[in-house]
Structure formats: structure tokens, C-alpha cells
């Protein structure tokens, strides 16, 4: 059985992504950050558009 990572946990791999001098694309650690928090929110669907926009590919399954 597969155990599923608090949010917190998430957040921590978000946050040593973001200080990991090999990962360059910090744009999409910001999406990741930022939708981590929305998801299963009200503002689900704002800040989805709001990725979209400043990332497109975010959401592609294929990256």
C-alpha cells in the first residue's frame, strides 16, 4: 500500500528544490508551491489559470 505524503512533506521536497543549485527552472518549483496549497481550495481554479500563465507546461503529463 502506497502512504501518502502530508502537505507538509510535500512542501519540504518543494522548498529543498528550490535551493538545489542544479534546478533551474525555479518557476515551476513557485507553481508547485503555489498549487500545493490551492489544490482542494477555493482558489483552485484561479490559481490554476494564474500557472498557467506564467507556466505553461506545468500541467503537461508528458514533462
Not at 3 to 27: L, T
Not at 38 to 62: G, H, M, N, Y
Amino acid at each position: 500500500m502506497k502512504s501518502q505524503k502530508k502537505k507538509g512533506d510535500k512542501m519540504a521536497e518543494i522548498v529543498g528544490d528550490a535551493y538545489d543549485e542544479r534546478y533551474v527552472d525555479k518557476a515551476n518549483v513557485i507553481a508547485s508551491a503555489l498549487w500545493l496549497l490551492a489544490k482542494s481550495t477555493k482558489w483552485e481554479e484561479d490559481v490554476k489559470q494564474i500557472i498557467l500563465a506564467c507556466s505553461p507546461r506545468f500541467f503537461k503529463e508528458d514533462i
